[in-house]
């Protein structure tokens, strides 16, 4: 890691990358990442049926589910995610980030978001607090000025959209991988990208409902003040090093499950028994 003195990465790299480890999962458990993980997880199979419906219409089936969860299984997952973040994350910046983690405050946020997360699965949820942030905005609420600073501070609207364009890509190069040049899958490089591109609309527009739907979800018990600290931390270099760092994580675990879920389709597509 950049934090750690070029001397020390040189004269004792094992020392160093053990150090940056613990540092990087403390980080990762005052998150409480394997329970998002599961969620995650829960997220996966629901997309993947939706996925084989479309494309494969009636052939649904309960062993699909079971691959997706499989590929999607915090055993699988969790590792994928921690290597990343320990490879990313500034290990300077560690302490900070976990006394603010580790504090009343950011225990209570964790929380918050990971409760959010769960409620946001109901397609009804996200609609009625869509509803509840247009009242708000019409209203000329404060607090829309301090969850739109969040939402920029963390790069959530274009950070998500990549990772999202960088995953559904993913997905449909394993799906070329796995169907075997079948009829109306995207064979090429240039052919995959032109169709991921063409989904970008689409896909800034539900990111930014399903993040503002979030934020005010999430948030809500939160005082002003209290958001105001969380934007605060945030905009510091410890909470851009932390942001950074998990987003760089997150887009290697989505490659890799959408690359892996892709291909498992594609295989299925060609099966004759589900």
Known sequence: MRAIALICLVLFPTFAAAQVSRGSDAILAALQTESLLRVLQDEAVDAGSEIAGTIMPGRAAQGWA??????????????ILSDRFAEVLEGRYSAKILHYLEAPLGQQIVDL????????????????VLVRYADMRAAHDPRI???EDFIRVNNLIDGNVVGALNANAAFLKGLSAGASGARGVPASEAEILT???QQE?????????WVRA?????????????????VDFCRSPAGQAMNTALFEAF?????????????ALGRWMNSEDL
């Open 66 to 79: 079971d691959t997706v969860g499989r590929i999607n299984s915090p055993e699988r997952t969790g590792p």
């Open 113 to 128: 978001e990971l409760d959010a997360r769960k409620a946001l699965r109901d397609p009804e949820t996200q609609q009625a």
């Open 145 to 147: 000025d301090l969850l």
């Open 195 to 197: 169709q991921v591109w």
């Open 201 to 209: 609309p689409q896909l800034r527009a539900e990111t930014e409902d």
């Open 214 to 230: 979030y934020v005010v979800l999430a948030y809500q018990p939160l005082s002003d003040a209290e958001m105001a600290d969380y």
């Open 251 to 263: 887009d290697a675990l989505f490659v890799s499950t959408s690359f892996e879920t892709g291909e």
